[in-house]
């Protein structure tokens, strides 16, 4: 809708995104990622902390199946001498950027990507997810499954009604709402009314801390 209709680019909007997601990121970070779009987050995130010296590494299911924008993302990142990996490894990091899944994904996570979750969550490691933790339902906050428990999540753009309800206050942790550019009139054309003061202080608020 951003990219047809008011002519904002996609691939501008992931790398607003992956800004956002680096700045919470403030230690040794791997970055796990699935083949969507909110694995392309995740791997614009991962250039960034690169760039600032904190990224421990980068995994991403099925790699070489990556496509559009993740496969320019991931192209970047190699680009700029950055391995990615088909496993993660979580030695030598000190915090987790969850991009599995994304707001797109509703049903129980199985195979590979539900065995990423439990080792991210069995790793001991404090945990970022991009949007919503990966295994929680966008709109009904169920965790039917496999379901990351995160210490923050960072949710772009808006809130996403799982994060307030069902298993969402519990997996989700510490939510920031983080502003990527999308214009507040194409949220109007889907029927989404959006306060016109919502980023008018500052780029990034705590959901907690601001009444919508």
Not at 106 to 112: D, M, T, W
Request: glycine residues 12%.
């Amino acid at each position: 809708m951003a990219s047809e209709r008011f002519h904002v680019p996609v691939a501008w909007l992931m790398e607003a995104a992956g800004w956002q997601l680096a700045r919470h990121c403030r230690t040794r970070t791997l970055v796990v990622c699935g083949k969507g779009n909110n694995g392309g987050d995740g791997l614009a995130a991962a250039r960034h902390l690169h760039r600032w010296g904190r990224l421990a590494g980068v995994a991403c299911l099925r790699p070489d199946g990556l496509s559009g924008l993740p496969a320019e993302q991931a192209a970047a990142l190699r680009a700029a001498g950055v391995e990615i990996d088909d496993r993660p490894d979580f030695s030598g990091a000190q915090l987790v950027l969850d991009a599995l899944l994304g707001t797109g994904f509703s049903r129980p996570p199985e195979g590979p990507v539900a065995d990423w979750i439990g080792a991210v969550n069995d790793s001991g490691l404090r945990v970022v997810s991009v949007d919503l933790p990966s295994g929680l339902d966008a709109d009904s906050g169920r965790a039917e499954g496999a379901c990351v428990s995160a210490a923050l999540t960072v949710t772009l753009g808006l809130p996403k009604a799982g994060l307030l309800s069902g298993d969402g206050p519990a997996r989700a942790g510490e939510v920031w709402v983080a502003d990527i550019g999308v214009p507040f009139e194409a949220y109007a054309e889907l029927g989404i009314r959006v306060p016109p003061h919502l980023f008018a202080m500052h780029d990034r608020f705590q959901l907690s801390a601001v009444r919508l």
